[in-house]
């Protein structure tokens, strides 16, 4: 049974750094492509960055960009998002999602869409103090 676990969260101030990671077991990670997300109280679920572990490409939501850096490690099956310069409007409940690559959608608004996915972890959480 596919499953992921995400760890990493915690409390920083703003400015400071944080490494997420979402282990996946049940599956390969190298066949899917793997997402993190974000939902803060009262707020939808926002896509914040994908990776298609079989190309390696990547793409970032505007609010992340320049800030967020999302990888790999296929030997691990785990996926991470570095995130750095953060600050309060970054706090939420980060979750990582998957989508088998073969019927992945491919469209601007399917990318960060967490309709595209299909496995979600249970989350981990991020805190920015002003």
């Known amino acids: 049974q596919a499953q992921l676990v995400e760890s990493g969260g915690g409390s920083v101030q703003s400015g400071g750094s944080l490494r997420l990671a979402c282990a996946a077991s049940?599956?390969?990670?190298?066949?899917?492509?793997m997402g993190w997300f974000r939902q803060a109280p009262g707020k939808e679920r926002e896509g914040v960055a994908l990776?298609?572990?079989?190309?390696?490409?990547?793409y970032y939501a505007d609010s992340v960009k320049g800030r967020f850096t999302i990888s790999q490690d296929n030997a691990k099956n785990t996926v991470y998002l570095q995130m750095s310069s953060l600050k309060p409007e970054d706090t939420a409940m980060y979750y990582c999602?998957?989508?088998?690559?073969?019927?992945?959608?491919?469209?601007?608004?399917?990318?960060?869409?967490?309709?595209?996915?299909?496995?979600w972890g249970q989350g981990t959480q991020v805190t920015v103090s002003s």
């Open positions: 999602a998957a989508a088998a690559r073969v019927t992945f959608r491919w469209t601007l608004a399917g990318l960060l869409s967490p309709t595209s996915y299909n496995y």
């Open positions: 049940g599956y390969t990670v190298s066949t899917h492509v």
């Open positions: 990776i298609d572990t079989g190309s390696g490409i990547t």
